[in-house]
């Protein structure tokens, strides 16, 4: 027994369901991902930040070793070079940081975003598709043989309403007793319609 129900009808709205679920979960996909980017901007500033003195740290280190040839006085000028590109450094791993951490909270907003309304429509499909496979399952292994016919039938009498009853017998609890092999058969095939099957042509009456 598949995951789809063998009734075209039933087949249909299923198909549906499952194609709108994709669907749904596609288009929040791009909204998450558009939240990631959009949150992703504010790290913009502390990124050109980071570049920005790296250049600097760079350009005091590389004066720094300039003023360090200076024969005699070469290790005292190099000195405020060296601390400046060491103060730079500190501001390079504070900008590094903030990235770091907008970072992290674009990714969580742009999941929360696509995970929150998804998970509302999962939690309501899954369910059904879960319960409808069991069924279907389950109902599939009782059609075996003909005598399994009647437990379909008398479920049908159970579960169908009066009138349903009434379009296939005036009495269909006395044809059941008295095993009339065509009402069975409609019982049986209108419970299985509940879990999308349907009534195997060997377990048809001929008359049918």
Known sequence: MGIYAQRPAK????LVWDVSVVLWGVLWWLIGALAHQTVSVVAAPAREVARTSGRLADDFREAGTQAARVPGVGDQLRRPFDAAAETLN??????NHQVSTIE?????????VFL?????????????RIAFWRRARAAQKFIDSGADLDLFALRAMVTQPMHVLAAISDDPVA???????????????IELGRSG???PKRLRPSSA
């Open 197 to 199: 099957l349907r009534l």
């Open 11 to 14: 087949l249909l709205g299923q």
């Open 116 to 128: 929150m309304p998804l998970s509302v429509v999962v939690a309501f499909w899954l369910p059904r």
């Open 90 to 95: 500190g501001l390079i791993a504070s900008a």
């Open 175 to 189: 044809a059941w007793r008295d095993g009339d092999k065509m009402v069975i058969a409609r019982l049986a095939e």
């Open 104 to 112: 992290q909270l674009a990714t969580l907003v742009g999941w929360l």
